[in-house]
Antibody, heavy 122, light 108 residues
Framework: EVQLLESGGGLIQPGGSLRLSCAAS????????MSWVRQAPGKGLEWVSIFSGSGDSTYYADSVKGRFTISRDNSKNTLYLQMNSLRAEDTAVYYC???????????????WGQGTLVTVSS | EIVLTQSPGTLSLSPGERATLSCRASQSVSGSYLAWYQQKPGQAPRLLIY???SRATGIPVRFSGSGSGTDFTLTISRLEPEDFAVYYC?????????FGQGTMVEIK
């Protein structure tokens, strides 16, 4: 059974930093691209960043480029999101998601974690 | 960036009725790489449809998708009580992969 367990969310002041983690199990982690998708309170979904399974490709939404860094440790089956220079508009539930297509770096998602809430406020 | 516009914003229907949800793209979605997700309150989204018309594993046959190019449709043939939720379309053919703003299907 595929499981994605996020951690690291919380309340942070504007300009601060936070690192999210996602522990994955139930599938061959290194074979799939992994992404972060966020959802602001009461709003829709926004894809944030993706990291290829092989580790040679990363992409970012323009809204976070230069501030967020995605990484992964295939030996630990863990995905990370380092978030710097946080803004109020980054407040959202952050979901760790698994790409549905093996080896492809594409945004089709077949599994979602339960999400971790990041609140940026003074 | 491909912008997806969903309509209507809210659909008020009764159990047993047919639901038709629309998703229009600002430019052609390559390869019909269009997906639909369902989200219930307090839960993560769930994949329903991919490739515009293929049902994901375990999705009931009352859910069907159609369309190509810039116009796509999700149809729920007969609404069950558990189908009342928010539905999002997503294009995954061109980075950045974008979502529509959602359609809420509510009980009339």
């Amino acid at each position: 059974e595929v499981q994605l367990l996020e951690s690291g969310g919380g309340l942070i002041q504007p300009g601060g930093s936070l690192r999210l983690s996602c522990a994955a199990s139930g599938f061959t982690f290194s074979s799939y691209a992994m992404s972060w998708v966020r959802q602001a309170p009461g709003k829709g979904l926004e894809w944030v960043s993706i990291f290829s399974g092989s580790g040679d490709s990363t992409y970012y939404a323009d809204s976070v480029k230069g501030r967020f860094t995605i990484s992964r440790d295939n030996s630990k089956n863990t995905l990370y999101l380092q978030m710097n220079s946080l803004r109020a508009e980054d407040t959202a539930v952050y979901y760790c998601v698994k790409s549905a297509e093996q080896w492809l770096v594409r945004g089709l998602v077949d599994y979602w974690g339960q999400g971790t809430l990041v609140t940026v406020s003074s | 960036e491909i912008v997806l516009t969903q309509s209507p914003g809210t659909l008020s229907l009764s159990p047993g009725e047919r639901a038709t949800l629309s998703c229009r793209a600002s430019q052609s979605v390559s390869g019909s790489y269009l997906a639909w997700y369902q989200q219930k309150p307090g839960q993560a989204p769930r994949l329903l449809i991919y490739g515009a018309s293929s049902r994901a594993t375990g999705i009931p046959v009352r859910f069907s998708g159609s369309g190509s190019g810039t116009d796509f449709t999700l149809t729920i043939s007969r609404l069950e009580p558990e189908d009342f939720a928010v539905y999002y379309c997503q294009q995954y053919g061109s980075s950045p992969w974008t979502f529509g703003q959602g359609t809420m299907v509510e009980i009339k």
